[in-house]
Nanobody, 126 residues
Framework: QVQLVESGGGLVQAGGSLRLSCAAS????????MGWFRQAPGKEREFVAGISRTSTSTSYADSVKGRFTTSRDNAKGTAYLQMDSLKPEDTAVYYCAAPRPLVRPRINSPSEFNYWGQGTQVTVSS
């Protein structure tokens, strides 16, 4: 099975940028659709962005559309989430996740993602 490890979180001022990375090991990243989720204190985990196995399609939550960009480099086994124009309401723990191999999940359903990273904290100050 694939193991996922996020990095790149931190503290940033509103309007700033961060880039999260999700490194995969154990299996080829090219077999997996990749999703990004976040969870703020007291709130449910929510979908942020997703990218198909060959990068031909991406999806974004309305709240981040136009500000966040997801990409992937299958040769490096890494997926990315570029976050620009950050807002205080973007503060959360961010997770990368993958469904079973070759599966295209329903992106708004965390239960369809079987493999999760440990999460990385993103804090945006006003």
């Amino acid at each position: 099975q694939v193991q996922l490890v996020e990095s790149g979180g931190g503290l940033v001022q509103a309007g700033g940028s961060l880039r999260l990375s999700c490194a995969a090991s154990g299996r080829s990243l090219s077999n997996y659709y990749m999703g990004w989720f976040r969870q703020a204190p007291g709130k449910e985990r929510e979908f942020v962005a997703g990218i198909s196995r060959t990068s031909t399609s991406t999806s974004y939550a309305d709240s981040v559309k136009g500000r966040f960009t997801t990409s992937r480099d299958n040769a490096k086994g890494t997926a990315y989430l570029q976050m620009d124009s950050l807002k205080p309401e973007d503060t959360a723990v961010y997770y990368c996740a993958a469904p079973r191999p070759l599966v295209r999940p329903r992106i708004n359903s965390p239960s369809e993602f079987n493999y999760w990273g440990q999460g990385t904290q993103v804090t945006v100050s006003s």
